[in-house]
């Protein structure tokens, strides 16, 4: 098992800015901001690499609802498929603003989105 090395489950808490917590989850600033005001994920606080569909809708709810007051500085925001995610075996999903300035702008077009968020409708 590679599971001591894994970023995720190393995280020192105290280290990191946290958003909230819910269930099996808890919601942080991802460490790298890459150029954006802010980007936030969710992580499963266990070390699993799949979580069952009820669990993955309540996710998607609470990084919504968490990121609704996080981007508030912008009209949209988008939750990002894990296709160019650097860990792979440990679940999480990243959330991000569309700044065209940002680092990683080209990957997140071509990344494939989860959602959408614009909160101009909301
Ligand atoms: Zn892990």
Redesign the pocket.
Known sequence: MT?NK?????LKLEDEVIHGEYGPFIVLRTKDLKGHKERIMIVCK??VHHIGWKEYEAALEFLVEIGKRVFSYTPKFIIMDSTFAS?T??WHLVCTDLDPKSDDFEQILRTKWLKVIDLNWE
């Open positions: 599971m894994c970023p995720l489950c190393n266990e070390h860990i075996e440990h």
